[in-house]
């Protein structure tokens, strides 16, 4: 049967993944290997070196293709190493218009690397995206979207989105890491690639550094697989493996840490000392009804300050969690809380922070798939 005819929860587990030829295996083999024997030169069985093909990497690239609906799937060594293989399809003189609520890492290889090359960003707010019709010009070639947004949970219209970079003939890029393909699926709403940072809810078990890009496109997969293979900064056969083992528990997993974050929400938004809860699911949230339209579930991630808006008093409610592990990263299944201002977000400069909602005082939660009534209670206890 073509995997196209599954069920998401039943693609996750079987799509692209067949047994084993030579063993019968049901699991992909690790293939450990740097290169392959040929009968001859060019007779080879499609692989040559392992920079350019492995065949756990195939089976992980054909996965993550048929997950997110699209026709092509390429792995990176890191979610960065994904967005600087996008980034170079870029020349200098060239324009992006960004949303301006993302994450830092994303900004820093804009701004501090590519800069440098001559090309331009312009990170704008998106929660209207008929905003990006105001910012283009003959220049522009790319529009760049997280949604959810990191840290602030702003939701992106991404068919909007998609509709405007069509008529402008601009490469629409989603980064998906925040939902992952078992909530939203940007390619069926008209993204032209979608990013993921495999490290989170692909891989889902804080174990593996990984990155993904998925199109439909054959002449954006053919300049990608030449960027990849070119420059090099790809996954090893045993991350890969890491990456299909975590998707075929992904629906599973996702559904938990949307039980999990919503009542985790709920409970914040109650609380005396909380102020602000950012969580896609509320119905005030903004754009609440376009995430409605465009996801499957609101996930496992919240941000949120305190009435007492202080640094002081978001680093007491830091240090004090016991579940909530001090840490960067996110989409394990263990509860991560971080402090954007000075971790996962530390190189935007200060004044941009604030100007984008992004205090001081901010805490991000990563709930994990752990018991709900043991989080609450370790956020009681460090919230106080």
């Known amino acids: 049967m073509d995997h196209k005819n599954y069920k998401l929860d039943t693609k996750l587990i079987h799509a692209g993944v067949s047994p084993d030829p030579t063993t019968g295996a049901i699991m992909t083999p690790i293939y450990q290997t740097s290169t392959y024997v040929q009968a ?212 599973v997993r996702m559904q938990r840490h949307c039980e999990n974050g919503e009542a985790v929400a709920r409970y914040l938004h109650a609380h005396p000392k909380v102020d602000k809860v950012y969580w896609v699911g509320f119905e005030h949230h903004p754009n609440h009804d376009i995430a409605k339209k465009q996801m499957r579930g609101f996930g496992g991630m919240i941000s949120f300050t305190l009435k007492d808006d202080n640094m002081d008093a978001a680093v007491a409610v830091l240090k004090k969690t016991q579940l909530f592990a001090l840490a960067e990263s996110l989409g394990g299944v263990e509860s991560l809380i971080g402090h954007p201002a000075t971790m996962t977000h530390g190189s935007i400069p200060r004044e941009q922070r604030i100007a984008n909602g992004l205090s001081d005082s901010l805490i991000r939660l990563s709930v994990g798939i752990e018991d709900i009534n043991d989080l609450i209670e370790d956020l009681e206890q460090a919230i106080g």
């Open 40 to 251: 001859g030169p060019g007779d080879h069985k499609g692989y040559e070196y392992a920079r350019t093909q492995n065949p756990t990497r195939t089976v992980l690239q054909n996965a993550l293709a048929a997950i997110e609906n699209g026709k092509y799937g390429l792995c990176f060594g890191s979610g960065m190493a994904a967005t600087d293989a996008v980034l170079r399809l870029l020349m200098p003189g060239d324009e992006v218009i960004v949303s301006n609520d993302l994450y830092g890492g994303t900004y820093r290889i804009m701004t501090k690397v590519f800069a440098h090359y001559g090309i331009k960003f312009h990170f704008i707010g998106m929660q209207d995206a008929h905003n990006i019709t105001r910012h283009i010009n003959a220049q522009t070639k790319m529009v760049w979207i997280e949604t959810p947004t990191n840290p602030l949970l702003n939701v992106i219209d991404i068919a909007a989105s998609a509709a405007i970079s069509k008529k402008h003939n601009l490469i629409l890029v989603c980064d998906n890491t925040f939902a992952s393909p078992y909530l939203q699926n940007p390619l069926d709403l008209g993204a032209d690639i979608v990013l993921h940072s495999a490290t989170k809810y692909l891989g889902g078990h804080s174990d593996v550094v990984h990155g993904a890009l998925i199109m439909n496109d054959a002449g954006l997969e053919e300049r990608l697989r030449f960027v990849q293979n070119s420059c090099g900064a790809v996954p090893g056969p045993h991350d890969c493996w890491l990456v299909l083992r975590g998707i075929k528990t992904l629906h």
